[in-house]
């Protein structure tokens, strides 16, 4: 991305009226954003109301010098490039400078085509380190797991199991249904992995046809195939140096899986219609929705090809197993289409609340994912009402619940101890009482863990 000149803003200090204007007008006509000081205290002035990318500084300066100067605006723009502008015989103070960050430094009388080089320079060193920042950030971001919601103990250990076998090359395999979140674990382990820096490839194998798939992961020469009018790089090569997710990985062929299992014990491939074997270095996580076990006992799936893949195993629960997730997960969702649809919705009302969190989610986090989408969507208020949850969803109503206030307390304690697995701490927490409470009303109602709901 390159930065035009009229977007720098330099600030020239020289207490010289001859320097500040000649200097001034050559660089102005040149494109720049020019802005002159005569003095320390005139720059500092000038610098609480406005902003420079670049600081041409005279080093001797009476009252406040060059150095002094320097120090300053550190403190308050350490952003800044500044250049130190010398006659000859101060050039050791102006050395003095850059050692203190100055970016460089100019001796009088100078070559404007000199001057304009270094301030070029400064400007990509500027481009260069606000690119890095922005990388950064965006590692740091993807790192913090943050579409992983939850404080469920499950989905917790889901997250220590991704910071333990992040750092190596281990294969692993993510187990959980459609819409449990197998994906985002999967990139939360590439962000978090040396091999960050490289791609992540996903191939959803379950998207795939039997006759595509090979070309897909293998790619192909130029003639492999009719139709096949340029060599085409497959999933392997790309991931190289990365990350391969192969997701469904339960979906694909036995004559797939001898050629997966190949590419994993040589790390090399053929491309369709080519002889020379090419080498590939990437860690793969695979997932999968079905029963690998049960497959391998009916003959679908190899033996060999499962423990290979089954190194490092994580499972993700299903939302109904994890409720006390979905009001965290909701509001996330919320926060999300409410801020990229541009409405000003605040919350989820209480009834609301109460119907998300009794729905079994068949679809789990995907499902609700989908649901707070077409709330947002619908949603005329300042916050989410039962009507504008989808029928699905509403239709949990139809649960019995109790008619007096004690029935409905009591069926929704009992109920919140059961998914709790009766952990008399984690229960009072989402119930926002405290555990003596709590074992009163387990008393009063005379609740046990076989209790009926």
Known sequence: MTVSKSAIRILIVDDEAIVRESLGNWLREEGYTVDVAGSGKETLQKLAESSYDIFLIDIKMPGMDGLQLQRRIREIAPEASIIIMTAYASVETAVEAMKQGAYDYIVKPFDPDQLEHIIRNAVERKRLVAENVRLRERIQEMALFHEIVGQSAAIQRVLEQIRL??????TVLIRGESGTGKE????????NSPRRYM???????????????????FGHEKGAFTGAHYRRKGKF????????????????SLKTQVDLLRVLEEKKIFRVGGNTPIPVDFRLIAATNKDLEALVAEGRFREDLYYRLNVFSITIPPLRERREDIPLLAEHFLKKFAQSMNKPILGISPEALALLERYDWPGNVRELQNAIERAVLVCRGREIRPEDLPLQVNEARGQPVGKTLAEVERQHIQRILQETRWNISQAARLLGIDRVTLYNKIRKYQLKPDSPV
Do not use: W
Request: with cysteine; glycine share 10%.
């Open 165 to 170: 076998v992040a750092m190596s090359d281990t």
């Open 199 to 217: 791609p992540i490839v996903i191939v959803n194998c379950g998207a795939l046809a039997e006759g595509v798939i090979e070309s897909e992961l």
């Open 237 to 252: 090569e790309l991931a190289d140096g990365g990350t391969l997710f192969l997701d469904e990985i339960g979906d694909i």
């Open 184 to 191: 985002l674990v999967a990139r939360a382990i590439h962000a």
